[in-house]
């Protein structure tokens, strides 16, 4: 008897302690590193007139675009990735095909973190365009005034990155190196986009460069980003800011039909001297992404752009 009560004890306390082991083995992680961010958009506007005396033309017109952010995160590890890209066009009865939009805008951004929502960090962004632009309303027949990577813009820098959550993110850069390009022939002459002698196809400059992007849930389905930069070339009169603002406001109606704002302003010394100015209003198809948590505790960042 003794025998089997130590064998029924033995077999007990094997199997409690297989279930104690079994109940502190660590949870696998399961949150995604990548988390991938983005919108597509095909906007669409027309008007027609027929007999109508307060006058008008026939017009139509598209903007299609893309907006994508592809970050990775995990451990110390902060790696972001933006890619912009926007193309549109208007025809007008009697004038014909305009522009209306056109943007190339990449930028990468690793970081290291040092202390909470702190990283050591350093990146390239490169800005330009698809197309040529002309000065009358890009009107093909008139003066060429930019083009493909005419000018282009090319920042390589490092320096810190202040992100507390996925809706702020903000990058001082007090060592950065921006490249304006101008590989046009046509537009390489003194004084285009800040070039010091005809035939120059680039211009170097070095100094600070800060950017922040803003997100806001304005209320439910309307979400506005907002993205701003500054920069300060030490070379030559630091005192000519370079600065620029892009606001998108975004107002979903269902999943896949949405209305965009956008409004863009910048002033650059280089450029004309006077704030520049474009504003876009669009209703048409949109199809946002979003694959979902990162490996970061703050669960309720991506809510500004939820499906």
Do not use: C
């Not at 064998?7 to 094997?14: F, P």
């Not at 109940?23 to 983005?38: F, L, N």
């Not at 008007?47 to 994508?68: D, E, K, Q």
């Not at 970061?296 to 991506?302: A, G, H, L, R, V």
């Amino acid at each position: 008897m003794r025998k089997i009560l130590l064998t029924l004890t033995l077999s007990l306390g094997i199997f409690a302690t297989a279930q104690e082991a079994k109940t502190e083995a660590p949870a696998v992680d399961t949150t995604k590193a990548w988390s991938i961010q983005g919108q597509n958009t095909l906007m669409l506007n027309q008007a027609a007139f027929s007999n109508w005396v307060g006058g008008g033309a026939n017009n139509v017109g598209w903007l299609a675009g893309v907006n994508y952010n592809l970050t990775y995160e995990k451990g110390k590890d902060l790696w972001e990735n933006i890619i912009i890209l926007g193309y549109g066009q208007n025809n007008t009865q009697g004038v014909g095909t305009r522009k209306t939009q056109d943007v190339i805008n990449l930028s990468s951004n690793y970081g290291r973190e040092i202390a909470k929502s702190w990283y050591v960090s350093g990146g390239v962004s490169l800005q330009t365009q698809f197309a040529p632009g002309y000065e009358d309303g890009n009107n093909p027949d008139a003066k060429k005034i930019s083009n493909f990577m005419a000018p282009g813009y090319l920042n390589v820098g490092a320096g810190f990155t202040y992100r507390p959550n996925d809706n702020f993110t903000m990058t001082l850069r007090p060592a950065n190196a921006r490249v304006t390009f101008v590989l046009d022939k046509d537009l390489q002459y003194a004084g285009t986009y800040g070039l010091k002698n005809d035939g120059d196809s680039s211009l170097f400059q070095f100094g600070f460069l800060g950017t922040a992007i803003y997100k806001i849930k304005i209320m439910e389905n309307i979400n506005l980003t907002n993205t701003g930069s500054v920069f300060s070339n030490y070379l030559d009169h630091p005192e000519r800011l370079v600065l620029s603002y892009s606001g998108i406001l975004n107002m979903k109606i269902n999943k896949f039909i949405s209305t965009n704002i956008t409004l863009d302003l910048l002033y650059d010394h280089n450029q004309i001297r006077r704030t520049q100015l474009k504003q876009t209003l669009g209703v048409g198809f949109a199809y946002n992404i979003d694959n979902g948590k990162k490996r970061s505790d703050k669960k309720d960042n991506q809510s500004w752009m939820k499906k």
